[in-house]
């Protein structure tokens, strides 16, 4: 079956610009999870959803990141006013299951890009 | 707040020697996993480390954990060219993935 997709897998922006990244988790998977890979570093999680609600946002940096899963299976991260910072490869995971230790599957990441 | 960390972060690793990549972290946590990185992809799984004790291989890798001294390694034996990525640890940390700073490794003839 199909993994983790992501979209676009790039994407460069100006300073100021609203940007929404798109993540496809595997089907059937009740968990959702956004991290933020600095380059260089390791991720970062940023926001982990269960169904269609957000169960931990943590890790959003502040308030111009937002994401959403209204179905309870894509979920869009939305970025607003776009800081040269946040540039880095945004990737998402899913998982199977409502428990944490359930192992996480990772798409192949949206690099973005701010200029 | 749980920490993560690797060392060493950088490894030049001569073809047929064996080295050893360590993860400590910083509160209890009973599952540690460990992702390779190639430049401009995205994380592949190697293991899943579950319980104290735990030794997993696979290849040239062979991973082990130890929960009481909160700390994992990654071996390689006769490091080969095609080893050349980042590998990451992460550990579970209030349902979500909290990962090491990775390490660099760099297998030459």
């Known amino acids: 079956g199909a993994g983790v997709s992501q979209t676009p897998s790039n994407k460069v922006t100006e300073k100021g610009k609203y940007v929404e990244l798109r993540c496809d988790p595997i089907?059937?998977?009740?968990?959702l999870y956004w991290y933020r890979q600095s380059l260089g570093q390791g991720p970062e999680f940023l926001i982990y959803?269960?169904?269609?609600?957000?169960?931990?946002d943590s890790g959003l940096p502040n308030d111009r990141f937002f994401a959403v899963r209204p179905e309870g299976s894509v979920s869009t991260l939305k970025i607003q006013r776009t800081e040269r910072g946040d540039s880095a490869v945004y990737l998402c995971?899913?998982?199977?299951?409502?428990?944490?230790?359930?192992?996480?599957?990772f798409g192949p990441g949206t690099r973005l890009t701010v200029l | 707040e749980l920490k993560v960390e690797q060392n060493p972060l950088f490894l030049s690793m001569q073809e047929g020697k064996n080295y050893t990549i360590y993860c400590n972290y910083s509160?209890?946590?009973?599952?540690l996993y460990w992702y390779r990185q190639d430049p401009g992809k995205s994380l592949e799984s190697l293991f899943v480390?579950?319980?104290?004790?735990a030794v997993k291989q696979e290849g040239r890798l062979m991973a082990s954990l130890d929960t009481k001294a909160r700390l994992s390694t990654l071996h390689i034996t006769a490091a080969v060219h095609d080893l050349s990525a980042t590998y990451f640890c992460?550990?579970?940390?209030?349902?979500?993935?909290?990962f090491g700073q990775g390490t660099e490794l760099s297998v030459k003839p």
């Open positions: 089907s059937g998977h009740t968990a």
């Open positions: 995971a899913s998982s199977s299951g409502q428990s944490s230790y359930n192992e996480q599957f």
């Open positions: 992460a550990v579970v940390g209030r349902g979500k993935l909290i």
């Open positions: 959803f269960q169904g269609t609600g957000a169960a931990d």
């Open positions: 509160t209890t946590s009973d599952r």
């Open positions: 480390l579950l319980s104290n004790g």
